[in-house]
């Protein structure tokens, strides 16, 4: 059982670019998300999603989309990577609205 | 607004007692989780409260008081690799998670 695995560990972009950080999970949970922490800074929401199908907006979506086509998978995409997107991204899931989140390990981004 | 509030940092001896505390103003409120972070690495989770009172798990206890907006963790018997960072998260009325920035607890010996 893997739980919820995050690809890639690290990255570094120039500015302009785009990327996909790619997230599944095997648990079979509906509720998905990701966030992106700052240095000493709590987590910060971007994007979730409560099943296949249905995404919506965190606190600090601008930059960002997802998609959600199956269950399993939650990939978040960053278009024109900007010096401010440099951060830790994780991904999240849960099976139910009260249950604890499951994070992976984290992709470390870079943008120079 | 929402807003949790939780001390930054604190320092603590190895084999004593350290009590992190942790207040918010959340509309709603549908329980509260505690986390533990190690540096650089993800989250993971330590307990949850959703009644008031004193959820006790190892050398890890949590109390919540929903009338008080307040919350603590109590570790005891402090290890080296009890240090990490402690997150507070609650569960507001749309089952929304508000997170704290955090408490960097540093353990010496």
């Known amino acids: 059982n893997a739980g919820v695995t995050q690809t890639p560990k690290f990255r570094i972009l120039k500015i302009g670019q785009s990327m996909t950080l790619q997230c599944a999970q095997d648990?079979?949970?509906?509720?998905m998300y990701w966030y992106r922490q700052d240095p000493g800074m709590g987590l910060k929401l971007i994007y979730y999603?409560?099943?296949?199908?249905?995404?919506d907006k965190g606190e600090v979506p601008n930059g960002y989309n997802v998609s959600r086509s199956t269950t399993e998978d939650f990939p978040l995409r960053l278009e024109l990577a900007a010096p401010s997107q440099t951060s830790v991204y994780f991904c999240?899931?849960?099976?139910?609205?009260?249950?604890?989140?499951?994070f992976g390990n984290g992709t470390r981004l870079t943008v120079t | 607004g929402q807003n949790i509030d939780q001390p930054t940092e604190m320092t603590a001896t190895e084999g004593a007692i350290v009590q992190i505390n942790c207040t918010y103003q959340?509309?709603?409120?549908?329980?509260l989780f505690w986390y533990q972070q190690h540096a650089g690495e993800a989250p993971t989770f330590l307990s949850y409260?959703?009644l008031d009172g004193l959820e006790e798990k190892g050398r890890f206890s949590s109390f919540l008081s929903r009338s008080k907006g307040y919350s603590y963790l109590l570790l005891k018997e402090l290890q080296m690799k009890d240090s990490a960072s402690y997150l507070c998260?609650?569960?507001?009325?749309?089952?929304?998670?508000?997170w704290g920035a955090g408490t960097k607890l540093i353990i010496k010996p």
């Open positions: 999240a899931s849960r099976d139910r609205e009260n249950s604890p989140l499951h």
């Open positions: 648990m079979n949970h509906n509720y």
């Open positions: 999603s409560v099943g296949a199908g249905i995404t």
């Open positions: 959340t509309s709603g409120f549908n329980g």
């Open positions: 409260n959703v």
């Open positions: 998260a609650v569960i507001d009325s749309n089952y929304q998670l508000i």
